[in-house]
């Protein structure tokens, strides 16, 4: 079984942890949504017509025009747009626990960001307060220290 481009991303749900429903969507998207299906479909057109053209020829079951493959395709045109829904509806979650996480994520960061400048703003005040001792010191004592850099 192909595994699914995000089936170890950390913040979306896989395996037991989705229902019936969600985990038909993933197989069905990525079955259907694959050139191995459009060429297993070619081929089974290509066999259908074969078949019932060259092989069985008076005794063919869907004779031409090919009423009964007109049918079959017609029954599943009419269903491929809700089989599209529900692949899209699926992936359409996933994007948005995908968003979520990212979200979460940058909540995170942005509270690190403010730690790390109120971190930065108390060693500038230190090292200005070490500045103006170093600064005094020198005109207490007279001398002329340069302060190491």
């Known amino acids: 079984m192909k595994l ?9 749900r896989s395996g037991d942890q989705l229902t019936f429903g969600e985990r038909a969507a993933d197989v069905m998207r990525n079955a259907f949504g694959s050139w191995t299906f459009v060429g297993s479909f070619l081929l089974f057109m290509t066999v259908w017509i074969a078949v019932n053209s060259f092989m069985l020829r008076s005794a063919a079951f869907d004779k031409y025009p090919y009423i009964l493959l007109n049918l079959s395709l017609s029954m599943m045109a009419g269903l491929q747009g809700a089989l599209i829904l529900i692949a899209a509806k699926r992936a359409d979650r996933i994007s948005a626990e995908q968003a979520l996480a990212h979200y979460a994520e940058t909540g ?9 400048t109120e971190l930065t703003r108390l060693v500038k005040n230190q090292t200005d307060l070490l500045e103006e001792i170093h600064q005094h010191m020198k005109s207490q004592s007279g001398e ?3 302060w190491p850099m």
């Not at 699914?4 to 979306?12: A, I, L």
């Open 4 to 12: 699914s481009p995000w089936h170890g991303h950390p913040h979306v």
């Open 108 to 116: 995170k960061i942005e509270a690190l960001l403010a730690e790390n």
């Open 144 to 146: 002329r220290t340069q």
